[in-house]
């Protein structure tokens, strides 16, 4: 876990601006996801991306959008900031394993969201 | 929907005493409970799963059951040190890549 890497950590936008949020997975992973964290909730699901292909999606707008490079890194992109978009925004690198094929995953250290 | 409920969400415990976290999910699908540990600032750790042909796993003072027929799992910590405090998180999986998480459980162990 400790090789899931976010940039930038903290940010701070105004309402409106754009924001792209960037993570490097762990070696070897090729899946990466996404979560958004709301101060006193858990994490929630935004995106996952296997192979460079979006293959999941959560009860998020158009306005969050996200891509898979080559290299297995990730961009996570937010347009219109509105103030509910602070949070932290963690990136999850992802190896299915084991016989049941789960996906067990790894959380970066996360980017903190600040929309005044 | 999919949804994970999680009790208790404060637990305060004596240092030594054990603590418990229930959880009980909704899709009879979740093949997969993964557990994390989130520091203050920090991201979130995983600390110990169970897969649903486990009925049980135990790793030094961590212990996590599951009963796929309630759809219930729940973390035990025994011996509870002040380094335990933090706030605790289930989670079911599918199968897929998707989470569904639990709202926590903010445990502080009191010396």
């Known amino acids: 876990d400790a090789g899931v890497t976010q940039s930038p950590t903290h940010l701070i936008k105004t309402r409106g601006q754009h924001v792209t949020l960037r993570c490097s997975p762990i070696?070897?992973?090729?899946?990466v996801s996404w979560y958004q964290q709301v101060l006193g909730q858990g994490p929630q699901f935004i995106f996952q991306?296997?192979?460079?292909?979006?293959?999941g999606r959560g009860n998020f707008p158009d306005r969050f959008s996200a891509r898979q490079f080559p290299n297995y890194s990730s961009e996570l992109n937010v347009n219109a900031l509105l103030l509910g978009d602070s949070a932290l925004y963690l990136c999850?690198?992802?190896?299915?394993?084991?016989?049941?094929?789960?996906?067990?995953?790894?959380f970066g250290p996360g980017t903190r969201l600040t929309v005044t | 929907g999919e949804n994970v409920e999680q009790h208790p969400s404060t637990l305060s415990v004596q240092e030594g005493d054990s603590a418990v976290i229930k959880c009980t999910y909704s899709?009879?699908?979740?093949?997969?409970f993964p557990w994390y540990k989130q520091e203050l600032g920090k991201r979130p750790q995983l600390i110990i799963d169970?897969?649903?042909?486990?009925g049980e796993k135990k790793d030094q003072r961590i212990a996590v059951t599951l009963n796929k027929t309630a759809k219930h799992f729940s973390l035990h910590i025994t011996e509870t040190q002040p380094e335990d405090s933090a706030v605790y998180f289930c989670?079911?999986?599918?199968?897929?890549?998707?989470?569904?998480f639990g709202t926590g459980t903010r445990l502080k162990v009191l010396a």
């Open positions: 899709d009879s699908a979740s093949n997969y």
């Open positions: 070696s070897g992973h090729k899946s």
């Open positions: 991306y296997y192979e460079k292909e979006e293959r």
């Open positions: 999850a690198s992802s190896l299915r394993s084991g016989a049941l094929g789960v996906w067990e995953q790894y």
């Open positions: 169970i897969r649903s042909n486990v």
């Open positions: 989670a079911a999986s599918g199968g897929t890549y998707k989470y569904i």
